[in-house]
Nanobody
Framework: QVQLVESGGGLVQPGGSLRLSCAASGGIFGYNVMGWYRQAPGKQRDMVASITSRGTINYADSVKGRFTIARDNSLNTLYLQMNSLKPEDTAVYYC????????????WGQGTQVTVSS
């Protein structure tokens, strides 16, 4: 069983920066994908960025050039550096872990609130 604990959310002014962290514990092995999703009130949960255990990275178009995803496999920790934040980035951000061993196993963190407002 994989457990994910996010931290680093908060209130920031437009143009500011935040760094989210996600500490993973449990069955972290094999080929896997870690990522950040976000969900604003009344909207669906969307992928923000993802990184595989082999280092392949994907970003949503809305965050390209502003957000950077990284992972430290020795610490089983995922990061999301968010720069040039905009009010439309306001959402609950969720850490996601997908283990692929014949079939997919998906795990979610509890979420952390990011609010961009002046």
């Amino acid at each position: 069983q994989v457990q994910l604990v996010e931290s680093g959310g908060g209130l920031v002014q437009p143009g500011g920066s935040l760094r989210l962290s996600c500490a993973a514990s449990g069955g972290i092995f094999g080929y896997n994908v870690m990522g950040w999703y976000r969900q604003a009130p009344g909207k669906q949960r969307d992928m923000v960025a993802s990184i595989t255990s082999r280092g392949t990275i994907n970003y949503a178009d809305s965050v390209k050039g502003r957000f950077t995803i990284a992972r430290d496999n020795s610490l089983n920790t995922l990061y999301l550096q968010m720069n040039s934040l905009k009010p439309e980035d306001t959402a609950v951000y969720y850490c996601h872990f997908k283990l692929i061993i014949g079939q997919e196993y998906n795990y979610w963190g509890q979420g952390t609130q990011v609010t961009v407002s002046s």
